[in-house]
């Protein structure tokens, strides 16, 4: 045999042990590997690869790796063909999300890396990476733990959960436990709205909190949530996504929150007490001149909307100077209260009951006609005539005067109204106090009622 006739003989052998070996190798592999045309026509494929894509088939035939995956990944076939280099990795690391099975496992995740190696052929190398996706799942929420811990939550009465991008409770700590009476068992893999103010508030809100994270960095709620054994307490609640730099890149699917739920009950009966002194008169305990000017413009719009008559009553202590005089400040102080209460027992709880100044006093009455109104003034005026206060062993006697205007058409304003309703409590004191006088057209305004609005 000549030199020359050998020699090819020899390639083809040679060539064959490498075919040989190379299926060898890919059959072998311990990670799915395929080998196909630049349209994904499959040459070379060993069972691991098979294996993984079957479930994506739906019965159709193996023949093409871009069919085959087009339904979980339907740009893979343009991504091959656009790829300009000569040879080259087209993706690495590709996240397949397979959707779960029939046989209720979670959704399985492939990783793809998709190589050029000549004009003609691809290599495809598939891998189930569900476990490594999902141990990274785990280091984030480890990581959201510790951030939350470092940011000062170690304390157990606060309640800290891990959420999923569903909202479901992922993770938990003891404070669960304490603040709600929740066990772990019936917290994790429930919605968190279960745990909100207003208790299960329906999927919508619950998913609107999360949105508001995500586009605001957080979001914040107080409000009631009920425990396990039916008490409730004041609780703020704070929701915010878990700002890992892989989170950034990762789908909506992957997103996950941390919500930290605070019992401040303390803090809010300190907040309403803060509220009671801004909008109380400290002396008689009613509403303060800047509360009636709330409630007033409220009324106003409401009655307006329903077309109901409004009305109101300026109340004035009938020479208070000379109670003062006579009796002392601290006597004074006293007949107002006795005033206030007068005011609380005869006006209905629909009624706006204000402190307007020092001796002077504000009813406002919604859906009152001012007849009606002056009935239920010259009832009160009729009973501080007859009703003298007790103070110190000494009994006073106090009388008011009082004017009445109603919101017909045309007046929409509250100050207007007032306004009149001073006109006409001047009108009483004019005609010799101890009285209730209606506003009238013919009466001519006095320029004082229309009060600055700043708190007392
Ligand atoms: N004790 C006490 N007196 C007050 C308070 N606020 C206002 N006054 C007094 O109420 C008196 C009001 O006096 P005037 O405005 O002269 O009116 P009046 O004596 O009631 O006379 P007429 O309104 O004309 O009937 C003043 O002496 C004020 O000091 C208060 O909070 N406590």
Known sequence: MSAAAVAPQQDLEDESLLHEALLQFLYLAPIGLTQTSIDGEISLINPLCAELLMPLLRGAELNNLFDALSSVAPDLAHR?????????????????????????????????????LDDTRLMAVLDDITQVVQRERELRHTQAWIQSISTGLLDVSYALM???????????????????????????????????????????????????????????????????????????????????????????????????????????????????????????????????????????????????????????ADRFKAVNDTHGHAA????????AAGLLATFGPDDVVARYGGEEFVVLMPGATAQVAHAVAERFRAHMASHPVTVDGVSLRCTVSAGV?????????????????DTALYAAKAVGRDQVVDWNEAMVLRGRAAAPRAPR
Request: net charge neutral.
């Open 80 to 116: 091959a063909r656009t790829y300009a280099p000569a040879h080259g990795k087209i993706c690495e690391g590709l996240e397949i999300h397979v959707s779960g099975g029939m046989d209720g496992k979670g959704a399985q995740i492939l990783g793809l890396t998709l190589l050029k």
């Open 162 to 316: 891990s959420l999923d991008a569903e909202g479901r409770v992922q993770g938990w700590n003891p404070g669960i436990r304490n603040l709600t009476g929740s066990e772990a068992e019936a917290t994790v893999g429930h919605s968190y709205a279960n745990f909100y103010p207003g208790g299960d508030t329906g999927g919508t809100r619950a998913a609107e909190r999360l949105q508001e994270a995500d586009r605001t960095g957080w979001s914040l709620e107080e409000g009631w949530v009920r425990r396990t054994d039916g008490e409730r307490f004041w609780a703020s609640c704070l929701i915010a996504p878990v700002s890992l730099d892989r989170a950034e890149a990762a789908s909506t699917a992957e997103r996950m929150y941390s919500l930290v739920i605070r019992d401040i009950s303390e803090h809010r009966e300190a907040n309403e007490a803060l509220r009671r002194s801004i909008w109380t008169d400290h002396l008689t305990g009613l509403a303060n001149r800047r509360a009636f000017f709330e409630a007033a413009g409220t009324a106003m719009q409401r009655c307006a909307r329903s077309r109901l008559l409004l009305s109101v009553v300026l109340f004035d």
């Open 332 to 339: 004074g102080d006293a007949a107002l209260r006795h005033l």
């Open 405 to 421: 205007a109603s919101a017909g058409k045309g007046v929409a304003d509250i100050d207007v109204l007032l306004q009149r309703a």
